[in-house]
């Protein structure tokens, strides 16, 4: 699935679903994770939670932050 523009395992997303503390943001990656919707759309502040989130994490969760962090369009958005 496409979580903000980025490639991502649904049982990824569902992970990041019990670790992102917010509680409607929770509920949609939850949702999207055991649906298997193809395209998540992040607004930016979805995605500054997420991010937050995954400050202190590991493994396949820091993998992604990395994704996510290095996605092109992000990037562009946020001048980075």
Do not use: C, F, Y
């Not at 994770?33 to 994490?57: M, P, Y």
Request: net charge neutral.
């Amino acid at each position: 699935m496409l979580l903000g523009g980025v490639d991502v395992d649904a049982q990824d997303v569902l992970a990041l679903s019990r670790v992102v503390g917010h509680g409607s943001l929770s509920q949609k990656l939850a949702i999207a994770a055991r649906l298997r919707w193809a395209v998540v759309n992040l607004t930016v502040n979805e995605r500054h939670a997420i991010l937050a989130s995954l400050g202190n994490t590991s493994g396949d969760l820091e993998e992604l932050r990395e994704r996510l962090l290095e996605s092109h369009p992000w990037r562009l958005r946020e001048r980075l």
